[in-house]
């Protein structure tokens, strides 16, 4: 008896053995699965994030692209005012030239009123000779060249980077791909398609973030206009020597002036003027007006563009007034609604008009475009969120999402103050963010690999 009941609790501790067994394999199996599942996901969250990331960071690229761009092309337009500003001072030292060769003043009696540093300029002025052209056109030639570079060069390059959809879609593609076909889940496949992955962007900023606009606007021009400052060649040219060698004593409060005068102008449309004039006031008196200032023009130039004008237009010098049938203070005085003061001022009212009978003329483009923050989004950062979906087994798709901004952070920035984005400082960057709660966009479709 005791021996049965022996062998019938041996077989039934073997079923119950049994039984374990089988509960512990699908126990095994099971966490298999569930680690496999959990490993997937993870890997997808990760791959997602990266993908996120990556496609921020393309387009950080790409603003930080513009802004380079928006800086060359400043650069070539203040080379462009030294050109410009050269061949002008060139037209003013042929004529300056001409009058020291003809000895109208004469330079000793420049020498004798201010010293002889400045008949010495006035007399070297004519080793570079008498006529400008060659060099003037010259200067043209690289000025032409400056200005097919900004329209021609940079403005295919800046409408090119407008738009750079596709090269996010490549990154998103290739990031997804590279996370999950190589080392993330256990798919293996070298597109989309064979991992079983699709993904659609929920939000994207990048389309609108940025605008072209003309170079008429006022934020170019006063970004030039800054620019400029730093450069005192640039600067408009104000000085004033006073003699007291030969005073008058009818009127001993005032001296013999030598007055320098330039100016380099453009205008919001892309007008470029620069203007030079140097005289001799002498002072005279006459018994009708008393003391008055008789101008004796010494150098004079005045260079302008237009998008039509020949360039060399006006070479030839007009006739000069010699004065011989009307006294100067008398034709002067005909005139003082132009603002000709014969009795002081700071002008050079006769040489400025004979700088504007034979002006130079170049012929020169306008409406250039350059990039910049589009004014009707008010936010300061570009966001791009996506949602990425993979079939795996017969489990449940396998889900995630991520938001990653392209964003603007200056060096010099502080947590007291805030630089304000710009496309003129290549300071983007990329960062992930909370996934922002916003629908979808209605041109984002799903998209699946071929």
């Known amino acids: 008896m005791r021996n049965r009941d022996a062998v019938l609790q041996s077989g039934q501790a073997l079923v119950l053995g049994v039984g374990l067994l089988t509960l512990g394999v699908l126990a095994w199996l099971l966490m298999l699965q569930v680690g496999g599942w959990v490993h997937n996901k993870s890997s997808l969250h990760r791959a997602t994030d990266a993908a996120a990331y990556s496609a921020a960071l393309v387009y950080a690229r790409a603003l930080n692209l513009h802004a380079y761009l928006n800086r060359a092309q400043l650069a070539h337009q203040v080379a ?29 009696l420049l020498g004798f009123r201010f010293g002889m540093h400045y008949a010495g300029a006035y007399v070297f002025a004519r080793q570079g000779g008498q006529s400008d052209t060659r060099m003037r056109n010259a200067l ?4 032409e060249q400056h200005e097919q570079l900004i329209h021609a060069s940079l403005h295919h390059i800046r409408q090119s980077r407008m738009n750079v959809g596709v090269e996010i879609s490549r990154s998103l593609e290739n990031t997804l791909v590279m996370n999950l076909g190589k080392s993330g889940s256990d798919n293996r496949g070298e597109s989309l398609a ?89 002072l005279r008196f006459n018994r009708h007006i008393g003391c008055y200032f008789r101008e004796y023009p010494m150098g004079w130039a005045k260079l302008a563009t237009h998008p039509n004008g020949p360039s060399g237009l006006g070479f030839a010098d007009e006739p000069m007034q010699s004065f011989k049938d009307k006294p100067f203070w008398k034709w002067a005085s005909e005139r003082a609604w132009t603002g000709w003061n014969l009795f002081g001022g700071t002008r050079n009212p006769l040489a400025k008009r004979w700088a504007e009978q034979a002006p130079v003329v170049w012929r020169a483009r306008q409406q250039a475009q350059y990039s910049r923050l589009n004014p009707k989004v008010t936010s300061e950062a570009a966001v791009i969120s996506i949602e990425v979906d993979q079939r795996w087994r017969n489990f449940p798709q396998l889900r995630s999402a991520a938001a990653a901004e392209t964003y603007f952070l200056s060096p010099t920035t502080t947590r007291r103050s805030l630089a304000r984005p710009s496309l003129f400082q290549p300071f983007w960057l990329a960062r992930l963010v909370p996934i922002p709660s916003a629908r979808p966009l209605g041109s984002e479709a799903l998209a699946e690999a071929k």
């Open 80 to 108: 462009q005012l030294h050109l410009f500003s050269l061949a002008s001072a060139e037209r003013f030292r042929s004529r300056l030239a001409r009058q020291a060769t003809t000895r109208n003043p004469p330079a000793s």
């Open 194 to 282: 064979a991992l079983g992955v699709r993904y659609r962007i929920l939000r994207d900023d990048t389309e609108k973030f940025i605008v072209s606009r003309p170079t008429t606007e006022h934020d170019w021009f006063d970004m030039l206009q800054s620019v400029r400052t730093r450069y005192r060649y640039l600067d408009d040219r104000r000085v004033v020597a006073r003699s007291f060698n030969g005073l008058n004593l009818r009127c001993p409060w005032m001296q013999h002036q030598l007055r320098r005068r330039g100016s380099l102008k453009i205008t919001r449309e892309g007008i470029w003027e620069s203007e030079e004039t140097q005289s001799f006031h002498n």
């Open 140 to 143: 043209h030639k690289a000025f």
